[in-house]
């Protein structure tokens, strides 16, 4: 069983940084490939993919946060980080992050096809 444990939300001012973090357990690293992601849900909207890292180093974004966004993974301290920079109104959401394992390297962004998730930041940027 895989525990996920977000940090780091808040509030800020549009063009303002905020860096996410998530503190992974529970999980054998030599037995699986990990894809992680970091998701993103708004009030009234779907759950979308915002960011997603494999164990290979692979990153895939959306296209709404490219250039902007940033994910990365501390393997010794087994944390996943999301460095957030030019923050819009926009990226307002609850931030979610999420694993998935498989025997095989992974890379994807579609919510559906992740079983461990955390229990969210709130991210709030105002004009």
């Known amino acids: 069983q895989v525990q996920l444990v977000e940090s780091g939300g808040g509030s800020v001012q549009a063009g303002g940084s905020l860096r996410l973090s998530c503190a992974a357990s529970?999980?054998?690293?030599?037995?699986?490939?990990?894809?992680w992601g970091w998701f993103r849900q708004a009030p009234g909207r779907e759950r979308e993919g915002v960011a997603a890292?494999?164990?290979?180093?692979?990153?895939a974004y959306a296209d709404s946060v490219k250039g902007r966004f940033t994910i990365s993974k501390d393997n010794a301290k087994n944390t996943l980080y999301l460095q957030m920079n030019s923050l819009k109104p926009e990226d307002t959401a609850m931030y979610y992050c999420?694993?998935?394992?498989?025997?095989?390297?992974?890379?994807?962004?579609?919510?559906?096809?992740?079983?461990?998730w955390g229990q969210g930041a709130q991210v709030t940027v105002s004009d």
């Open positions: 890292i494999d164990s290979d180093g692979r990153t």
């Open positions: 529970g999980y054998a690293v030599s037995t699986y490939y990990i894809n």
């Open positions: 999420a694993a998935e394992l498989r025997l095989r390297p992974w890379l994807g962004l579609n919510p559906d096809e992740f079983n461990y």
